[in-house]
């Protein structure tokens, strides 16, 4: 890896915002799915990368009655790497997820 891009201090404080922006963003995400408002489904098909973004096993988390030890059951079974983001998943592996995850909502 090479050195992070010099940015001037407009620069850092608009990347700055942008990243608590997409946190924000995520972090309402999941918790419209906790709520049931949303699908996991839905994150596959979003439009907005904050949101491709975040992580699977995050994702999985953010499900009722999920943990971190079903989580990681659930993609090891799916064959996802616990640190795959959601706009990274295969075909096949969004298949096997829903095969696993089709009794959720």
Do not use: C, H
Not at 16 to 21: D, G, I, P, T, W
Not at 31 to 51: T, Y
Not at 70 to 98: C, D, F, M
């Amino acid at each position: 890896m090479g050195a992070p891009p010099i940015l001037s201090t407009e620069e850092r404080r608009a990347a700055l915002r942008a990243a608590v922006a997409a946190r924000k963003l995520r972090a309402a995400f999941k918790e419209e799915i906790k709520s049931g408002s949303k699908s996991w489904k839905d994150a596959f098909s979003a439009s907005d990368d904050s949101i491709k973004k975040m992580r699977v096993r995050e994702l999985i988390e953010s499900l009722p009655g999920f943990g971190e030890v079903r989580a990681k059951n659930i993609l090891e079974k799916a064959g996802i790497s616990p640190t795959r983001r959601v706009g990274g998943v295969g075909r096949s592996q969004y298949e096997k997820l829903l095969e696993l995850l089709k009794g959720d909502k």
